[in-house]
């Protein structure tokens, strides 16, 4: 008897040391508590210690408020962008269109190829510049106010860039900036370049700016791209085709970032 009298003291005494250690260090939950100290526990039992519960760190997982902001922002501007036409067009390709078109998703180039005349010719056409609305009245530039030499200058219309190259087996390729609108193309630049990347070729000249050259020549090359295929009817599917990929491309990116935020 004296010895059960020993043992119902020590665990007494040990209980407020095992509350101020649980509600100090883990905030243990009322059930715990009340299952230690539970007149029916005794010393041979096994009591489960407890451990901080889950609830204690759900704030260390749940996500910024700004981050469902964002969500919501781009769900909207995902809505917006599906209810467009342009992103599910599927473009049909004209009659007698010379080249392959070689459109990876994700990327934001196109690669056209063709073969003339032992010639490969390979086109990279990029992203459109895409331009919205009507120009202001006061802005737009006549006819009366164009120097000569800047009759090429479009102002206000959308463009895609080209870049041609027509290469001969494994000699030098002639290289062509261009800029593609809804109805012609125009050669910003050109330039002769070596088939092997040296550090010469950084140092190599390249010829006058195009502008600079005689309007026979100018007017020569611009002929000898439209037999190689960078034609009117080219350059206004690419047109269609690059403003319809911008879209898609924008969908498609849209759609990544929201899963991206949402993981």
Not at 45 to 68: G, H, I, L, Q, V
Not at 125 to 146: A, K, N, Y
Request: hydrophobic letters at 35%.
């Amino acid at each position: 008897m004296a010895f059960s009298a020993a043992l119902r003291r020590a665990a007494s005494a040990a209980a407020p040391v095992a509350i101020r250690f649980l509600w100090r260090g883990h905030h243990a939950d009322r059930c715990t508590l009340i299952h230690i100290l539970s007149p029916r526990t005794t010393i041979g039992e096994r009591t489960a210690f407890p451990f901080p519960s889950a609830a204690c760190f759900s704030s260390a997982a749940k996500k910024p408020a700004t981050d469902a902001d964002l969500l919501r922002v781009i769900e909207s501007e995902i809505k917006c962008a599906e209810e467009t036409d342009d992103h599910d067009r599927v473009e049909e390709v004209p009659d007698g269109f010379p080249f392959e078109i070689q459109d990876e998703k994700g990327m934001n180039t196109v690669t056209l190829k063709r073969s003339f005349q032992g010639e490969n010719i390979e086109v990279i056409v990029s992203m459109p510049s895409l331009v919205t609305g009507e120009e202001p009245d006061h802005d737009r530039v006549g006819d009366d106010d164009i120097e000569d030499g800047d009759q090429e200058e479009k102002p206000g219309q959308s463009s895609v860039p080209l870049t041609v190259n027509i290469s001969k087996g494994n000699g030098p390729s002639l290289e062509f900036s261009c800029t593609a609108y809804a109805d012609e193309v125009t050669i910003d630049s050109m330039s002769v370049r070596e088939n092997k990347e040296s550090d010469d070729e950084m140092l190599a000249y390249e010829g006058p700016d195009f502008n600079d050259l005689d309007e026979n020549l100018q007017k020569a090359f611009y002929k000898y791209l439209e037999i190689r295929g960078i034609s009117p009817m080219t350059t206004n599917f690419l047109h269609e085709y690059m403003i319809n990929k911008d879209s898609r491309e924008y969908l498609w990116w849209l759609k990544n970032l929201k899963q991206f935020i949402q993981n």
